[in-house]
């Protein structure tokens, strides 16, 4: 015998319009904000802009990420910021720290070569730690084990317009894995050897490679040389399945038996930017550009009827996407 349903249940999975449907539906997902206690100020004032701006009608979680414990005044100082739940996390030593089989010699020889070339964070073994991190482990935390897509945030960061939908949930429902609001050219000789191991993996791999990739987004010649083109990740919103899938840890795995971390210093955003431009569809990545967003020294700002009902404070006149540094114009390029 057939189960009988009653009334109101079978109208309201058989109406397709009804008012809930769409504004009530959730992604599984969370904000990862990594810091030291010692960026309390910067971390308060960056969650209170994401919680006026957007999640304060939302309440996604918050897990926050350290290599060392955070204090009670850090936890103090930072909960009653949101109502949104917030968890504090421990990084594991082994994913953090310069692993034993890195030649510490050459390591210090990479660090002076750029000390002598004035490039930023060129001694610093703590940013190293934070780069290779952030591209290989963040998503392996156990307190992120729960979700598929974060929504990275760093100390001090700024947004300027009311977000008045679920950017979550417009990258589940446009099938989006990567996305971005403000693109530009890397320093070359912290990734001087990076791309001569993207093109060895893609001769190891070339299945993982997506025939709609973003190459041109990457390269000028086809994929013969890197033009350097990369997304901020400084703000990301993006899928973690993507990071846990075969293919990017394949990618990861490549990357770090050649030590470029610490040989040279390897940014999480090249390495994010070109794994997601490979092995994804082109379409899978997307610009914000309705996200008002600084990070010292650059910033992006919505320009027309995004600006009005965003209420941005910011000038629209003030916005990196068409400075000659920036690659939006690039990405842009794809889609033509
Ligand atoms: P920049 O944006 O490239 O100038 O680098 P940041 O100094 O902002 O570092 C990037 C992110 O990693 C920020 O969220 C920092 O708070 C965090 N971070 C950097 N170094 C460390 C570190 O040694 N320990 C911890 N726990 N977080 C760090
Ligand atoms: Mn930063």
Redesign the pocket.
Known sequence: TPIEMPNHLVNAHSSPNRHHSISSKRANATFVLLCRNSDVNGVVASIQSVEDRFNKDYRYPWVLLNDEPFTEDFKRRVQIMTHARISFGLIPPEQWVQPEWIDEARARDGRNQLSAQRIIYADSVPYRNMCRFNSGFFYHHELLQPYRYYWRV????KFFCDIHYDPFMYMQEHDKIYSFTISLYEWEPTIKTLWQSVREFIELHPEYIDPQNAMDFLSNDGGNSYNLCHFWS?FEIADMDFWRSERYQAFFNHLESKGGFYYERWGDAPIHSIAAALFARKDQIHFFRDIGYR??HFQHCPRGTQWELGRCSCDPDDTFDYTPFSCVKKFEGLFI
């Open positions: 760093e100390p001090d960061v400084n990070h010292e």
